[in-house]
């Protein structure tokens, strides 16, 4: 009894002690339209792409109800069994924040594995699989159409952006031009910057991209030549 009395009494201290921003529950593997994702109180965000390369990042408003998936995870944590090992190129793991406020892997498979079949683990797996492969999808990824207006001249470009397994790859299209790949793309909840190489006829440089996308997958921005960020024009952009 005291021992469960005890167990509460962590609970309640630790919901009451997170932060809005502070991750609860989280996943992460090789899936389709995402690496990992992170749900606090208030947000869902996820990842896409090698935090050393290029990298997008979309977060969602949502509302949970926090202390059921606490008290669900502190059971799932409970069944957790020692972990194993064995030879696996992927790596799955599903993760929420224990009684001592940090994020314990509760079911995981691949090179390590977890396992863990009680029911409070399959229920807080399902509601991790629910929140987060029902978000939007990155407002980035796709093949969009730019209107790069240099001086009084408009060139029609092509931005393509997908994602591969755990990597995103880019590429600039300049038609009867060039193409070159996006290096350092960054992307953050509708912000985004990446830089190309061009070489067109005797020019060659680096240049900065900087800009927006809106829900309606709509860019616009400022691209620069470097490395003295002199601007070399302004772009709209539409996915196709």
Known sequence: ???????????????????????????????????????????????????????????????????????????????????????????????????????????????????????????????????????KEFKLLGSFILDLKIGNRIFKDELIIHKKYNLIFAEYIVPNSFTSKINDLNYKNGKFTFTIHVKEGNEEYDALFEGTINNHHELKGKAYILPKRSLLGTFTGQRN
């Open 1 to 135: 009894m005291k021992s469960i009395l005890f167990s509460t009494s962590l609970l309640l201290s630790m919901i009451n002690g997170i932060s809005a921003s502070e991750v609860i529950i989280s996943k992460s593997g090789p899936f389709d339209n995402y690496d990992r994702c992170e749900v606090s109180v208030k947000s869902a965000t996820l990842y896409a792409g090698s935090s050393h390369g290029n990298q997008l990042v979309e977060s969602t408003a949502i509302n949970i109800n926090s202390p059921a998936v606490l008290k669900l995870g502190s059971k799932a944590l409970l069944h957790a069994e020692t972990p194993y090992y064995r030879w696996f190129q992927t790596q799955t793991d599903y993760k929420v924040r224990s009684s001592s406020g940090h994020l314990s892997t509760y079911y995981s498979r691949g090179f390590k594995n977890i396992n863990n079949d009680s029911s409070a683990s399959l229920l807080l797996r399902e509601k991790t699989d629910q929140i987060c492969d029902d978000l």
